[in-house]
């Protein structure tokens, strides 16, 4: 694997690595990973920083966890969809814009996964 | 002509709520789709609002079945973050703990499907015999549940020489009743008719959604987060059970060898138990940084991911537990099956929720019956 197109390397640990990918290049980084053979996805994780919106894509490679962490801006977060290449990431992305309100383009649904109707819009968001 | 059939949330399968929306011709199930969120708990906001070690508390409550392993990740997840190395001796302990915790919870899941498929006996026999794992986890920990025994930078109780002799007498009477299982689940002729050929998950379908645990590995995928040695599982001997059946009959087959291979490992952990400290010293403040853990529990891989700002409570910690992952399953496996074999199908993937959210209450002498949402709920708390 070339992880260089995977981004800037910014943790590593016992068995696991975060890579800092751009956003622009992260399409590019997806095809290295299922080129790699890679298309085991563990969940997507979703940060407010309060400066920021963090989306962390955790992929499985044998025995290690592979980590894209995207960066969005708070206001009008928007990413696409990486359900069609990975299937399993269907259920993760619409919990991402439940609880974090960034639209994933490709993968918006009218109903919600986890919160009632009348539960607080975007609960993991820093101004709640 | 199709026909919709709402299955559940009150308890479809088994007694916790998830609702599937099933399509049917005839008798065969031609789409079927899942709605959650009968029990959402915000546990990840909260763990936001807590500090460290009241977190291990909370992590405890998400799961009632495998609560050891939430502590037991969040804690690894924590001590990574402080480069805390644990001593040798807790590690050893919460590998007991991990592993008699499979044991009930896979005991408790043969117990569902010899109950889904109509052998009540089984079902009886081996809850009765799941006893034996929760009377030692209560005499090791206190409880039979929520065993407390986890914390950051190791674990709070030791494992006694006359415990040590219990657990492995208990686990000698185990070995005996699991040949007994399998025996029964494997070879008798009503089980094999009820589960094998039923619930297929291709090999592909387990790869390409994400599949975890037992029912990854019943479909040819050899995929056991205990590989990444966590805990002590670095000086056991043991190895990931894999099948090729890709049905129910598969699945009880991994879980079987599985309880043999949980076994094996707690008789190993405590003939090679180390002497030394349970804990070691935590420094107060967590420095900043995330972190990734991944384990093993009985119903596959639970991921945490840690982050720190540097202050007492964590940024985000994310969870990710295994029937989460499962969910997707469900789809290819009811797809084309009969409508009868839904209960045992849906039993299969071992689905773990919680408790219920609303209240309905019908009035005396009306039919008439009222639905109390949450904030109807507040409003009457909060009236005089």
């Given at each position: 694997m070339d992880t260089s197109k995977l981004g800037k390397l910014s943790k590593e640990g016992r068995d696991f690595r975060i890579y800092s990918t751009p956003l622009k290049s992260f399409e590019r980084a997806l095809i290295e990973l299922l080129h790699s053979g890679i298309e085991r996805i563990s969940t997507i994780s979703g940060v407010d920083t309060g400066k920021q919106i963090d989306v962390l894509y955790h992929f499985v490679n044998g025995n290690e966890s592979i980590t894209l962490k995207i960066v969005l801006p708070r206001k009008d977060a928007k990413i696409k969809t990486i359900k069609k290449?990975?299937?399993?990431?269907?259920?993760?992305?619409?919990?991402?814009?439940?609880?974090?309100?960034?639209?994933?383009?490709?993968?918006?649904?009218?109903?919600?996964?986890?919160?009632d109707k009348e539960s607080p819009k975007c609960p993991l968001r820093k101004s709640l | 002509m199709s026909t919709r059939i709402p299955v559940g949330p009150q308890h479809p399968a088994l007694i916790e709520p998830e609702h599937l929306d099933v399509k049917v011709d005839g008798e065969t199930i031609t789409d079927v789709d899942v709605h959650l969120g009968y029990i959402h708990r915000g546990i990840e906001g909260l763990m936001q609002k807590k500090n460290y070690q009241q977190n291990v508390y909370i992590a405890e409550r998400i799961c009632g079945i495998c609560s050891g392993v939430h502590t037991s990740t969040y804690s690894e997840g924590v001590e990574s973050l402080l480069g805390l190395e644990v001593p040798k001796r807790a590690k050893y302990i919460r590998t007991i703990i991990l592993e008699l915790e499979r044991l009930h919870s896979h005991y408790l899941w043969l117990g569902l499907v010899a109950y889904e498929i109509g052998l009540d006996t089984a079902f009886q026999i081996s809850w009765r015999d799941r006893e034996i794992v929760l009377d030692l986890l209560e005499k090791i920990t206190g409880n039979r549940i929520n065993y407390a025994m986890n914390t950051i930078g190791g674990v709070r109780r030791g494992i006694t020489k006359e415990m040590q002799k219990e657990t492995l007498q208990g686990i000698d009477a185990l070995w005996e009743k699991t040949k007994y299982y399998k025996e029964v689940f494997l070879k008798d002729s009503i089980v094999r008719a009820r589960t094998k050929n039923v619930g297929v998950l291709k090999k592909r379908d387990a790869e390409r959604y994400s599949v975890a645990g037992p029912i990854v590995r019943a479909s040819s995928v050899d995929f056991d987060v205990r590989t990444t040695n966590y805990a002590a599982y670095a000086d056991v001997k043991w190895k990931p059970i894999v099948r090729h059946g890709c049905d129910i009959n598969s699945r009880l087959d991994v879980r079987i060898e599985e309880v043999f291979e949980a076994l094996n490992i707690i008789r190993q952990c405590i003939e090679n138990m180390p002497e030394g400290p349970l804990k070691t010293i935590v420094p107060p403040v967590v420095p900043k940084g995330e972190t990734i853990m991944r384990t093993e529990a009985p119903r596959g891989e639970l991921f945490y991911y840690i982050r720190s700002n540097g202050t007492a409570m964590p940024e985000r910690v994310k969870i990710r537990p295994p029937t989460y992952a499962n969910l997707l399953a469900l789809k290819p496996m009811l797809i084309g099956s009969e409508l009868a074999d839904l209960p045992v199908i849906v039993a299969s993937i071992d689905p773990c929720f919680s408790c219920a959210e609303r209240v309905g209450v019908i009035k005396e002498g009306t039919n008439k019956k009222e639905i109390f949402d949450g904030r109807r709920l507040r409003m009457m708390k909060d009236a005089p």
């Open positions: 290449s990975f299937p399993g990431a269907v259920l993760y992305e619409r919990e991402l814009s439940e609880m974090l309100g960034v639209t994933v383009i490709g993968n918006e649904s009218p109903k919600n996964l986890f919160l | -």
